[in-house]
């Protein structure tokens, strides 16, 4: 198949031109690719790392239209992430499922002057928002739905009311707001999704993980090889720069100094806890603390995803949860569900990311969401960085990263990605040897980390011990080649990422 990283390198020594390079394969990266090949433009993507391993694995799984830009005025981002999410309702229905959202609400008025100062830059101090102000946001949500709706309106629910469905809710609500958005199970298989997708639309488009950009010698890039060293020599018409919370960095390795990016950081823990599971009863519940802060609790298969902190960072490699951000997530949920207990007990994982969101001063809540194109001309190619972008807007996104650049390159557009679906066909928690045999033929796997963190879910919802691992490295060793000792250096090397990013000791290992 063409997406086997071995036939794709050696496909590179022999052809040095591609009209365009994207740098970066999370989401923006794969999105773009898969837009420009239905297009009809190929492209090469590299990926210094692996697919859906920097930004785009530590999200919130949740598909949404951001209701709380509305506050800062972000009304067309809000537009397009509502019309997206509605869009992968109905394209991707495996990877995009209607979620129930619960906002519990402490206050009637608190907030009703706040939205509108702050939009017109007269206040940035933030303050909870109360029962008017989350109905006048409900409607402006609905409104932006359109023709377009898959999911019930938003409505109000009074206290008693609320308390009744979810009787372990903090009893001093006022009130609760009950809308839909969308949940993401499994968020890294999406973006796998979108690259099959992107290289079956076109014969010539081709993308490789593990494969860094490391210079420019005249009109080539220097892509080299991080599991060989090998080097390959690479003449694009356009590059397009993916690269999230490592744009900069990327540019530089360019020759280009920027500073677009000024992104936060966003935490989360994964827990084990039937109590919890049990009191949010298939609902995600999403509640701003009065410091302006989100806490969201989100039913994640079996298990529950905490999170997420907002958090100014530099350097995009040291993002990890830290006990003060776990200490953050435990009281808030104190506060929502007061009488539920053994919260750190349950932790099973904890994972965090960067939000590539452009440079900007004041407070992390008030940078902006929407994403952008920068670009820069002066090398003999033109280089696009796509600032920001959501998981919820990767298509429109990609749709526009393509059109800047077939209207670079002077070439009408061949198709578009509007109403394309995407593959079909889900995967169970715990997959079965010819699930892991498939995906190791079909989808560029290298590392045994590969599987158990992006292409399952068997890290994140703590489904790994010592004798899974070793079933895992046995399996995946018999398609890959791996002798005994390759199969031992993945296992130290999974133990290894496991204990120093996600927290998470593997039993028995």
Same mark, same amino acid.
């Given at each position: ?10 496909? @590179? ?7 365009? @390079? ?47 830009? *509305? ?76 023709? !377009? ?7 109000? *629910?009074?206290?008693?009311?609320? *308390? ?6 903090? =009893? ?53 090889? =991080? ?184 070439? =009408? ?35 045994? !980390? ?14 790994? !011990? ?17 002798? =005994? ?25």
């Amino acid at each position: 198949m063409r997406f086997n990283r071995n036939e794709t390198l050696a496909w @590179l020594r022999g052809r040095p031109g591609v009209p365009v @390079l994207i740098i970066g394969g999370g989401i923006n990266g794969a999105g773009t690719l898969r837009d420009l090949a239905v297009g009809g433009v190929p492209a090469l993507l590299a990926e210094r790392g692996d697919f859906s391993g920097g930004a785009s694995a530590a999200s919130s799984h949740m598909l949404h239209g951001g209701i709380r830009y *509305l506050e800062n005025g972000e009304f067309r981002l809000v537009r397009e992430a509502v019309q997206e999410r509605n869009r992968l309702l109905r394209l991707a229905p495996d990877d995009a499922q209607p979620l129930p959202t619960v906002i519990p609400i402490f206050t009637t008025f608190s907030g009703l002057l706040n939205a509108p100062l702050r939009f017109l830059g007269l206040r940035r101090r933030p303050a909870e928002r109360g029962a008017l102000v989350i109905r006048i946001g409900l409607a402006f949500y609905d409104a932006f739905a359109g023709r !377009d709706r898959v999911t019930p309106r938003g409505r109000m *629910l009074g206290r008693e009311e609320a *308390l009744r469905r979810f009787p372990r809710l903090n =009893a001093d609500i006022r009130a609760a707001a009950l809308y839909y958005d969308a949940l993401m199970p499994t968020p890294e298989r999406l973006c796998m999704k979108v690259l099959l997708d992107g290289l079956a639309a076109h014969p010539e488009a081709r993308a490789v993980n593990y494969l860094e950009a490391i210079g420019v010698e005249g009109r080539a890039v220097r892509l080299r090889d =991080a599991e060989t060293g090998e080097e390959f020599m690479v003449e694009p018409g356009c590059v397009v720069n993916a690269a999230g919370p490592w744009i900069d960095r990327a540019n530089a390795a360019l020759g280009l100094h920027t500073a677009y990016i000024g992104g936060t950081k966003g935490s989360h823990i994964v827990l084990d806890h039937p109590g919890l599971m049990a009191a949010i009863d298939g609902h995600e519940f999403f509640f701003e603390n009065a410091d302006g802060r989100i806490v969201l609790i989100c039913p994640l298969h079996d298990r529950t995803l905490v999170g997420t902190s907002d958090i100014r960072i530099e350097d995009p490699d040291a993002a990890r949860c830290t006990p003060e951000e776990e200490d953050y997530f435990v009281e808030m949920l104190g506060r929502v569900f007061p009488e539920i207990g053994g919260v750190r007990e349950g932790i099973v994982f904890r994972f965090s990311g960067v939000r590539p969101l452009p440079r900007a001063s004041g407070r992390t809540g008030e940078i902006p969401r929407d994403h952008s194109i920068q670009v820069d001309d002066r090398l003999p190619f033109p280089v696009f960085s796509l600032v920001g972008g959501k998981w919820t807007t990767f298509r429109a996104f990609g749709e526009q990263a393509a059109d800047a650049v077939l209207a670079r390159l002077g070439l =009408a557009r061949a198709g578009d990605t509007c109403a394309r679906p995407l593959p079909g066909g889900g995967l169970g928690v715990v997959p079965d040897d010819d699930e892991i045999r498939r995906m190791c033929r079909e989808e560029a796997v290298v590392h045994l !980390d590969d599987l158990a963190l992006r292409r399952t879910l068997l890290g994140m919802l703590g489904r790994l !011990d010592g004798e899974r691992m070793q079933w895992l490295a046995r399996v995946a060793g018999a398609e890959l080649g791996w002798d =005994a000792r390759r199969q031992n250096d993945e296992m130290e090397r999974l133990a290894g990422i496991l204990r120093e990013r996600h927290g998470a000791n593997l039993l028995g290992a």
